[in-house]
């Protein structure tokens, strides 16, 4: 089992930077894939990008490629998302999420889920 809390989310003006965090609980954290979803008002949960366990490896949605990095740090169970060059249309609830074998963009493919941090960025 694994159990995640996601923090970071605020208010942001377009062009502006924020940092989601990921805490995860459980000793096998560095053996799952960790990614990050969103959700924005009135659409469904997107995918936003995946990490394999050791980092190496990382797949980003066209949409946020170039702005976005996801990182982790297995020695704190910690997986963050920098964001940068934000605009309003990445106002969403982020999501983080993991899986002990899938890296994907399959949103039913992930086990664990966070409750989610709400990111709003203004124009």
């Known amino acids: 089992q694994v159990q995640l809390v996601e923090s970071g989310g605020g208010l942001v003006q377009a062009g502006g930077s924020l940092r989601l965090s990921c805490a995860a609980s459980g000793r096998t954290f560095t053996s799952y894939v960790m990614g990050w979803f969103r959700q924005a008002p009135g659409k469904e949960r997107e995918f936003v990008v995946a990490?394999?366990?050791?980092?190496?490896?990382?797949y980003y949605a066209d949409s946020v490629k170039g702005r976005f990095t996801i990182s982790r740090d297995n020695a704190k169970n910690t997986v963050y998302l920098q964001m940068n060059s934000l605009k309003p249309e990445d106002t969403a609830v982020y999501f983080c999420a993991a899986d002990p074998t899938y890296y994907g963009s399959s949103e039913s493919e992930y086990d664990f889920w966070g409750q989610g941090t709400q990111v709003t960025v203004s124009s």
């Open positions: 990490v394999t366990w050791s980092g190496r490896s990382t």
